[in-house]
């Protein structure tokens, strides 16, 4: 069977949290903290995703835009800034498997 949607999304939040645990200085974490710290971020970014689709609603669009997620962003007090710092000191990765056009 291949791997659904939802697999494809769990596997490359374990590997952002492995990037974050290694660049916080940590060396070692257990598959169960990995698998329950993804759980928690997927929720956390399905969260901001349906705030960000209320925010393009209320605008009374049918398509978000950059600025309908940093609305929310700012609105739960996410400091934008050390998004852009982490950014440009992170190697970006990529993608395993081809993704189409949103």
Known sequence: MPPTSYDFA???????IKRLIEDQGFHFISRGAIKK???ILR???EKYGESTRLFMEH???TKPIVE????????KKVNIREIRDY???ATPE????????L
Not at 68 to 75: G, I, S
């Open 43 to 45: 929720g956390i970014l």
């Open 37 to 39: 710290l993804a759980g």
């Open 68 to 75: 309908d997620a940093v609305a929310v962003l700012k609105l």
């Open 59 to 61: 605008a009374g669009r």
């Open 94 to 101: 990529m993608v395993g498997i081809p993704v189409g056009d």
């Open 10 to 16: 769990i596997h490359y939040l374990e590997i952002v």
């Open 87 to 89: 950014a440009k000191h």
